[in-house]
C-alpha cells in the first residue's frame, strides 16, 4: 500500500496522468461542443482512430506539426460528413455516428493495409515521427521550488498545453463570446434562436466540425506521443469514455478538464499497477477505467435527477 | 362495404410503402456497392476477379454456404434486439456485451455435469438468455430510474464484458498449464446438432426463425408492442394516454438483451466453435445495427436484410482470403448503406439533388427546430 502511495503522489506518475489524460481531454472537449449545440457526437471513438493513422501516415512525409494539422483536418472532414448527413438528409445523429465508427474501424485497418503494403496490424514498419515534449529544465534555475518544478512541468507533450489552453479558450468562447451564447442557445432551445434569424444548422454544423477536429487532435497526441505508431483499434474506447467525461463533467469545459484527468488517473493506476500487485489481474485492471464511467454517469445521473427535483419542488 | 374498401387503401399503402423502401434499400446497396468497386480497381493487382469473388464466392461451395446461413442466423439475431431497441427509440448499444455474457453462461452449462446430459443445450440457451438479459436491464433501469444515457452506458457495458469474459477463460475455464485462450471442446450434447451434415447450418438457424416470429407476434399482436410502439412513436403521448413508458424501455431494453444472449449461445454451442474463445464474437454484434436501419426495424424484414449483408459479408470474407483485397473494405460499404438509408434520401430524383444542393425549404431548419 506504501508503494502505492510512494508511486501516486511522485513526479513521475504526474507526468503519466498528463500524458494519458491528453488524448481524453482534447476528445472531451470535442464531445462538449457537439453535445452543447444538441448534437450527440458518438463518432468521437472514429474520429480519434482516423486521427490517429493520418498522424502517423503523413508524419512519414512531413514534419510533426503538418501531420497533426492533418489530422485535424482529416477529423473536421469527418465532422462535416456528419453534419452534411445529420442537417441536410436528416439522418439520425447517433446512426450516423455509428456509421463512421464502422468506417473507422474497417477503413483505417484498409488505408494502413495499402500504406504499408500489406501489414494489416500495425504500422512498425513505417517511420514515423512523434510530438516533441517541451523541455522545462529552465525554471530549474528558480531557487527552493525549481527542482520540483521541472519535475513536474517538464516533460509533456507539446499537445497537452495546447489542451490545457483549450479548456480555457473553449470557456471563453461559450460563456464570453456571443458565438457562445448562440450555440448554447441551439443546443439548449433551437426555436428561440431560429426566430431571432441566428443561423441554426450553420452553427451546428460548425460544431460538429470543431467537435471532429479536437477529438482527431487527440488521436494526433496518442497515436504521435503516448505510443509511436498506429495498431489497429488503437483508441480502444477512449472516445466512448470521451463520451461519459463530458456528462460526467457536467458540460461544462472545466468538468471536462477534472473528467479527463479522472479517467486519465485510472489508466495511468492501470499502467502501474501490475508492477506493483502483480496478483490482481490485467484484464481486471483494464476494466477499472469503464466500471468508473459506469458508476461516476450513474452517480452523476442521480444528482442531476435530485437536482431537478429539487427545482420543480421550490416551484410548487 | 366501406370497412373492406379502407383495408384494401391500407394495404396499397402498405405495398407502396414496402416498395418504395426495398427501392431506396436497394439503390443504397448499389451505391455502396459501386464505391467498393471504385476502391478496389484502385487497390488491388486483379481488381475484375476480386470483385467477381466478393459477389460470387458465397455460393460457390457447400462449404461456404453453410458459412453464409450461419452468419445470417446470427445477423438476424443482433438485427432484432436492435430493432427492439430502436422501436422503443431507445439507443442501447449493448448487443456486444450481451453476446459475451450469455456465451460465457452458456459455457459455464455446457462445461458443468449437465453439458453431458440432453438438458445441456435448452438449460445452456435458456442460461445465456438470462444473462443478457439482466445485462440489458442494467443500462435500461440507470436510464429509467435515473437518466442515465444509455448509450454510453451500454457500450461501457460491452468493454466491461469482454475483460469479464478474458478474465474468467484464462483463469476459470481454460485447464490449468495449457497457454491457449480457449476452453476445451463442448461435450457433443451440448452442440447444436447440425441440420446439414458438414456444414454450419445448426439449429441456430431454427432458433432465429422462432425469434423472428416471436418478436413479431410481440410487437404486433400484443398490448406490450403496442405500448411500445407508442413509447417509441412519442413517449410523453404514451406517458398521456396511462402508459408507463420507463416500464416498456426498460422490459425492451431486457428483452433485447435476452436476444443478445441467445446470440451468444449460439455463438459458442453453435457449430461454428462448439467451445469458448476469447473474442469470439469478432464484431459481429454491431452489425445489427445496420440490419435494422435497412429493415427500419421491422421484425420481418430483418432476416431478408440479413440474407443479403450475410451475402456481401462472406464474400468480404472469401475475398480477404483469396485475393490481395482486405475484407475490411466492407466496413466502408457498411458505413456507406447506413449513412445513405438513415438518411431521408429518396431514389436520385428532382427532390434529393435539390435538397443536396439545399433549395428545399423543407429541409431548412425550421424543421429541426421542433425536435
New interface residues.
Given amino acids: 500500500m506504501i508503494e502505492l502511495f510512494m508511486t501516486v503522489f511522485s513526479a513521475t506518475f504526474f507526468v503519466t496522468v498528463v500524458r494519458t489524460s491528453t488524448p481524453l481531454l482534447l476528445s472531451t472537449l470535442g464531445g462538449l461542443i457537439a453535445d452543447l449545440s444538441g448534437a450527440l457526437n458518438v463518432a468521437l471513438e472514429g474520429m480519434m482512430l482516423v486521427g490517429c493513422l493520418t498522424a502517423v501516415i503523413v508524419s512519414v512525409f512531413a514534419p510533426w506539426y503538418v501531420a497533426v494539422l492533418a489530422a485535424i483536418a482529416a477529423g473536421a472532414l469527418l465532422g462535416a460528413v456528419m453534419a452534411f448527413f445529420h442537417l441536410r438528409l436528416k439522418a439520425d445523429i447517433i446512426l450516423v455516428g455509428f456509421a463512421i465508427n464502422i468506417f473507422a474501424t474497417g477503413g483505417t485497418v484498409f488505408a494502413l493495409t495499402l500504406a504499408t503494403g500489406g501489414d494489416k496490424g500495425t504500422s512498425i514498419n513505417l517511420p514515423s515521427k512523434a510530438i516533441p515534449a517541451l523541455d522545462l529544465s529552465f525554471l530549474g534555475v528558480i531557487p527552493g521550488i525549481g527542482h520540483t518544478l521541472v519535475q513536474f512541468l517538464s516533460g509533456h507533450s507539446i499537445l497537452s498545453w495546447v489542451a490545457a489552453f483549450l479548456v480555457f479558450a473553449i470557456w471563453y468562447f461559450l460563456y464570453r463570446t456571443p458565438w457562445g451564447l448562440w450555440l448554447r442557445g441551439v443546443g439548449e432551445y433551437p426555436a428561440a434562436p431560429e426566430a431571432a434569424g441566428i443561423p441554426v444548422n450553420a452553427i451546428r454544423a460548425w460544431s460538429l466540425l470543431v467537435s471532429g477536429a479536437l477529438a482527431a487532435l487527440g488521436g494526433a497526441q496518442l497515436a504521435m506521443f503516448n505510443y509511436v505508431g498506429f495498431t489497429r483499434d488503437m483508441t480502444a474506447g477512449r472516445g466512448f469514455i470521451a463520451l461519459g467525461a463530458v456528462l460526467l463533467g457536467a458540460r461544462h469545459p472545466v468538468g471536462a478538464l477534472l473528467a479527463a484527468l479522472l479517467f486519465g488517473f485510472f489508466e495511468a493506476l492501470a499502467v502501474v499497477m501490475p508492477g506493483l500487485f502483480n496478483w490482481i489481474p490485467a484484464e481486471l485492471i483494464r476494466m477499472i477505467p469503464f466500471i468508473v464511467t459506469v458508476l461516476a454517469l450513474v452517480l452523476f445521473s442521480y444528482r442531476a435527477m435530485r437536482a431537478r427535483q429539487l427545482r420543480t419542488l421550490s416551484k410548487i | 362495404m366501406s370497412m373492406t374498401s379502407e383495408a384494401v387503401l391500407g394495404r396499397k399503402a402498405r405495398w407502396a410503402n414496402i416498395r418504395r423502401e426495398t427501392g431506396r434499400a436497394l439503390a443504397a446497396a448499389l451505391i455502396a456497392l459501386g464505391v467498393a468497386f471504385i ?1 478496389i480497381l484502385f ?1 488491388s493487382k486483379a481488381p475484375l476477379e476480386a470483385f467477381n469473388v466478393l459477389l460470387t464466392a458465397p455460393i460457390s461451395r457447400p462449404r461456404t454456404i453453410g458459412l453464409w446461413i450461419d452468419d445470417v442466423a446470427k445477423l438476424t439475431i443482433t438485427g432484432l434486439a436492435f430493432s427492439l431497441v430502436f422501436q422503443a427509440r431507445q ?1 442501447s ?1 449493448g448487443v456486444q456485451g450481451q453476446v459475451y455474457v450469455g456465451g460465457l453462461a452458456a459455457a459455464y452449462v455446457a462445461l458443468s455435469p449437465i453439458g453431458a446430459t440432453w438438458l445441456a443445450i435448452p438449460v445452456g440457451v435458456l442460461c445465456a438468455m438470462i444473462a443478457g438479459g439482466f445485462y440489458g436491464f442494467i443500462p435500461g433501469i ?1 436510464k429509467a430510474k ?4 444509455e ?3 451500454s ?3 460491452n ?2 464484458a469482454i ?2 469474459c ?2 474468467l477463460v ?2 476459470q475455464l481454460v485447464p490449468p498449464g495449457s497457454g491457449v485462450l480457449t476452453t476445451n471442446d463442448f461435450p457433443a450434447t451440448a452442440v447444436f446438432p447440425a441440420l446439414v451434415a458438414g456444414t454450419r447450418i445448426d439449429i441456430g438457424l431454427i432458433l432465429a426463425i422462432v425469434a423472428v416470429l416471436a418478436v413479431w407476434f410481440a410487437l404486433y399482436r400484443t398490448a406490450w408492442g403496442l405500448k411500445l410502439r407508442l413509447v417509441g412513436h412519442n413517449a410523453q403521448f404514451a406517458e398521456y394516454s396511462g402508459i408507463r413508458s420507463t416500464v416498456i424501455m426498460v422490459s425492451a431494453m431486457t428483452v433485447a438483451g435476452a436476444l443478445g444472449g441467445l446470440l451468444g449461445a449460439m455463438f459458442v454451442q453453435g457449430q461454428s466453435y462448439g467451445k469458448l474463445t476469447i473474442l469470439f464474437e469478432g ?1 459481429l454484434a ?1 452489425e445489427g ?2 440490419i435494422a ?1 435497412v429493415a427500419r426495424s421491422r421484425p420481418l424484414a430483418v432476416p431478408v436484410v440479413a440474407l443479403f449483408y450475410g451475402y456481401l459479408r462472406q464474400g468480404a470474407q472469401l475475398m480477404n482470403i483469396r485475393t ?1 483485397v ?1 475484407s ?5 460499404v ?3 448503406i ?2 445513405l438509408v ?4 429518396s431514389l436520385p430524383g428532382r427532390k434529393f439533388f435539390a ?2 444542393f ?1 433549395r428545399d425549404p423543407a ?9
Fill in positions: 476502391i487497390t439507443f448499444m440507470a435515473l437518466g442515465a444515457n448509450i454510453v452506458s457500450l461501457m457495458l468493454y466491461i475483460e469479464l478474458n478474465y484464462r483463469t464484431g454491431f445495427i445496420l436501419i490481395d482486405p475490411e473494405v466492407i466496413g466502408v457498411t458505413a456507406i447506413i449513412l438513415a438518411s431521408s434520401f435538397r443536396l439545399g429541409s431548412s431548419a425550421v424543421m429541426e427546430a421542433g425536435k
